[in-house]
């Protein structure tokens, strides 16, 4: 049979070029209904991309980006070596964007990738991020992309993310048996699904205590900059009968309670016993030690990119495009949440 | 006067199109006797750049790239964020590539910045880094770029530095005020120039204070992985009539030495005495709290990618070409180098 062109293709279902190749790159802008039409007259008459110019367009670049909110956190550092070690076996360039933490940032950075100039991205959303307008965008362009740690929640694509819920729930059942009567999950962000997640756990584990604070107690959010989170941990501190145990739901936040501890004479884990969601090298070493919720995240990242190369090198996209990959975190007990007895 | 092209002028000249084209960008590979015939026929003759072409050529990527060895060390998440502070208001996107102390990555990723996809380079260069090849070629593709932290040696090009030299120096003789009678530095490699300067610095206060030590004694090498390092130093350690005092000349050899010391029941400060170079934030909370000579990273990042904008904005590249900044440390003391009487 003599193969058609794209053209003529658009011709014989009587729609505009640029919708039937949407439709063929199964672009989220064209209804089911019309990605129908096209694929049946274009198996029925016989068009296929050219694979060359298609094999051009994917993977010309030999090049991915990541898209990542700060490089201060361990994690990251951590899970950028899991990205490398993917990305140097496959003989591609890594690209590292920081949004730091803006959401505008972050829109510019994916307006930056649309241009041909990276074949995937792995993306770990900021902490303002609150619309997928630019996700879809990337999905329109037909880059593959991955969420990694932080993903966008109800966006379907491939993921992935940690045990939040249950770590969340971990942390504050860990703070209880240690004796805290009245512990708190300080979080960064009122949007941001993993921070969510970990306080809906560790509020489901106070519920399940019976005990019984209304939600402003327990789950605070640190927000501004570095000076005035450090200052509204001060507060707390300062507070008559203050919390009796704290979880940081990002490992900044540890160092801030730390500090904040110093300075206002409170004794770890004597008065208060601090729990933090850390892969921290330094977590060991610390005065005193950390307990924390250590995320996999060299393997986080590793698997990421490994899920965005099987996405980069298929032929058919769709395939692996909505995975989730949940890999758990654990808790390391060390002498922020010794028992005092 | 009619304006001539550079074909025309190729031909006055009787040089190639590509020769005169690397001569007026002020090449390496081009003489200087052949530079200033083809300068002196230009003027005479009328020849100037197309201004709209030189400046697409030039300024079309509104990107810089950074390379650097790691972003596991706090030092360059800080240099980040300041390089990060001045790209922004430049409306500048920043591309970060890491080396992980690899040569031929560095290589690699040089050449990926040669292809027009950056105006300008910022470098941090690895530990293995030897020669000055690659950098040679980015002089020649006329893309303006400085290194900050760690430098080439005797390269001609922009830099920001620290005082690495002074800092070795203080370093020992804040080891020897607190009584430490055997201070040994670690570093990281021996053709890192930064780690080179800090050791000379440490060896002139040694040799000034009179003690006689061969510098294979005083001047260690940590090579290897993460873990064939950490058995180095917990041997260093369990020599009989081990060191007293020991220089961290990157972060992460001084947890190396925290870890080992907690390993191998070796008190800080009583048994030995701890200062590393190093921005590490838990600094005031490890313990003991570290004494750190502490690089103003932020404003090394920030000063750096300031020069290299007055480079890419210049009409004539050459003009801040071989400045040198300095920008001075700070010893900051804590509890790690405690006098113990």
Chains 1, 2 share one sequence.
Do not use: W
Not at 141 to 147: A, K, Y
Not at 239 to 268: F, P, T, W
Not at 309 to 328: D, G, H, Y
Request: aromatic share 6%; net charge neutral; proline share 4%.
């Amino acid at each position: 049979m003599k193969k058609i062109n794209i053209k003529e293709l658009a011709k014989l279902v009587n729609l505009s070029i640029s919708t039937v190749s949407k439709a063929i790159r199964d672009s989220h802008e064209i209804s089911e209904q019309t990605k129908n039409t096209v694929l049946e007259a274009a198996e029925k008459f016989g068009y296929a991309p050219n694979p060359y110019a298609s094999s051009l367009r994917k993977k010309k670049s030999k090049t991915i980006a990541v898209i990542l909110p700060e490089v201060a956190d361990n994690f990251f550092s951590l899970a950028i070596n899991g990205i490398h070690s993917v990305a140097e076996l496959k003989n591609y360039h890594v690209l590292i964007y920081l949004s730091h933490e803006k959401v505008e940032l972050e829109k510019n950075i994916i307006a930056h990738c649309c241009s041909g100039r990276v074949d995937g991205v792995l993306i770990s959303i900021s902490d303002e991020t609150a619309n997928a307008d630019h996700f879809h965008k990337l999905q329109n362009e037909n880059i593959p992309f991955v969420f990694f740690d932080r993903e966008f929640e109800n966006f379907n694509t491939t993921k992935v993310i940690t045990n939040d819920f249950e770590c969340g729930y971990l942390s504050a059942k860990h703070l209880l048996d240690r004796g805290c009567s009245h512990p708190v999950f300080l979080s960064i962000s009122p949007s941001l699904p993993i921070c969510n997640k970990r306080a809906e756990g560790f509020t489901a584990a106070i519920t399940e205590a019976g005990i019984d604070t209304g939600k402003q107690d327990t789950i605070i959010y640190c927000t501004g900059s570095q000076e005035e989170i450090f200052d509204q941990i001060k507060k707390l501190l300062h507070k008559k009968n203050h919390a009796d145990g704290m979880v940081a739901s990002v490992e900044r936040l540890a160092m801030q309670i730390y500090m904040a501890c110093v300075e206002s004479a409170i004794r770890i884990p004597e008065d208060l016993k601090v729990i933090a969601f850390s892969t921290l090298e330094t977590a060991p070493i610390l005065n005193p030690s950390l307990t924390t919720i250590t995320q996999p995240a060299f393997d986080i990242g590793k698997t990421a990119t490994e899920l965005l190369f099987t996405m980069i090198e298929a032929s058919n996209k769709t395939a692996v495009k909505n995975a989730t990959v949940v890999l758990p975190s654990r808790l390391i007990e060390r002498n922020s949440t010794l028992r005092i007895d």
